[in-house]
């Protein structure tokens, strides 16, 4: 069971109506200090550890309080320094070793022997990736070096075994402020993994002194620390008044003097609140309230192609998904052209071949079969299965929860597609968030709603969803990544080959093949490409948008005139 926490207010940060006005500090190049940034998340917060945070929202929260070796750039989503200032790449391609700013410290926090946040080493960094490598129910991301580090699957077999891990080879902490990381292969990706929310860097502290209810205490590096934890009603972060990093200017970051989220789950609340001017910024409008985006005023409006998927997921291991022509029907049966424009109003692209979004260079989409809207095939497919019109298919149970751009208009149009077309009978579950999360985890879902923002910008990182070695042995346990528990060789070993290949073309060719592989399988049904959509108000400086929507605050800052306005 969570528990809620409520961390010692020392301060009130500001009103949580208008934003505050900027103190009177002006930086380097014009830029201003003081003000609250104010947000609202729809999606229930499951966890702010590294190693289990695999929400949108949760990494909107917790990429303001830790930080990894690297980082992504918020603009153009290319890697640059974080914890580490530079590194270096042997001839093999096998080895980096990273160079470690000095001087950087831990949040205070009374995991803390003194309370006082000690000072960050390499050996920090060396416990946190053998701990991504160590099995825990906490850590949902071994994934990220499985196969890939020197020693990674050796010291995660023996703590699944409940035995004590040899520690991983190929992680070594050279001097305090030296790290060497050995890789089992050259892998192109492997800088954008490390921006990873699961290369976040973390003291062991924390875990020694909170145990799994470091879920909901986090402790970073970052440019914001922890103040106040209220589950699913409010978080709080006050400015790291020690933290490291500085612009081009010599301002110190960051600008803010805090952040505050809410929680309201209804996006037209959300949006009166941003138009009256409460929050700073507001991602994803309401479906019925799109109009707003043709009279914003002096609102900013951000738009760019998300890199994101929205799918339904069949369970092979439950009729009639067994057979692989009933779900080729039910994907041939869905017209995504009028789910986009009727549902998303154009907010999306139509998926047009697989998961994989639009936009990738050097990434041979045509390579993957189209994915056509043919309901008099699907019907046909139907029929050899043994169920002409739907006749004596049981009823379908689609699963969609409610706290999300569509979700519920798309499943009702899917619905209806599905029966008028084929003549099944569906029945939609609509559940909150961490009940429809919780069933497809632990394959308890029969035909279900799932999403993904990329989590580092390749074709690869959309791809890991289905790869076989991410299901777990024992069919209890849940599986976290791979919740269709998609298992194919001939894809494994494809996508397995693209993971160790240095050349580009090849291995966005590989890529293309285990998508193609998947969608033979019809393991899933794509349906459309969200358009990632942002209003920020006209005193929010220095937030650019990404197709990822990461979010840096470090450097954002408020115009004070703007403010005053208001």
Known sequence: MRLCYQLILVAVLASCSAPEEARDREGAGGKHYGGMFNANEVEEIRSLFPLSLTQAASHRVAAQVYEGLVRFDQTDLSVKPALADSWSVDETGYVYTFKLHPGVRFHDDTCFVDGKGREFTATDVVQCYTALCTFSPMNQMFWLFQDKVLGANAQYAATARSAEGPGVKGIEALDPLTVRITLTNPWPSFLQVLAHQGCWIYPQELVAHYGEEALWHPVGTGPFCMKTFILDEVIVMERNPGYWGSDEHGNRYPFLDGVRCTFEKDKLKELEAFQEGHLSVMYELPVERTDVLKSTGDVQVQTIPGLTVQFYGFNMRQAPFTDVRIRRAFSMAIDRQMIVDSVLQGLAVPAEHGVVAPGFEAYPYDVIPSLTYDPVGGKAL??????????????????????????????????????????????????????????????????????????????????????????????????????????????????????????????????????????SDAMIAPLYHERSVRLLQPWVRDLPINGMEYRDLRGVWFAPQESKDH
């Open 382 to 519: 139907l029929a050899d299965a043994g169920y002409a019109n739907g006749k004596d298919l049981p009823a379908v149970y689609l699963q969609v929860n409610s706290d999300g751009f569509g979700y519920v208009g798309v499943a009702s149009m899917v619905q209806s597609m599905l029966e008028n077309n084929l003549g099944v009978r569906v029945i939609t579950s609509v559940l909150p968030a961490d009940q429809h999360y919780r069933r497809k985890e632990m394959g308890e879902a029969q035909f279900w709603r799932e999403g993904w923002i990329v989590d580092h910008p390749d074709p690869e990182n959309f791809l890991a969803l289905f790869y076989g070695k991410s299901v777990p042995m024992d069919p209890k346990e849940p599986s976290y990544l791979n919740s269709t528990r998609y298992q194919n060789a001939r894809y494994d070993s494809l996508f397995a080959l693209a993971l160790r290949t240095d050349d580009r073309n090849q291995r966005m060719h590989l890529l293309a093949n285990a998508e193609a592989q998947l969608m």
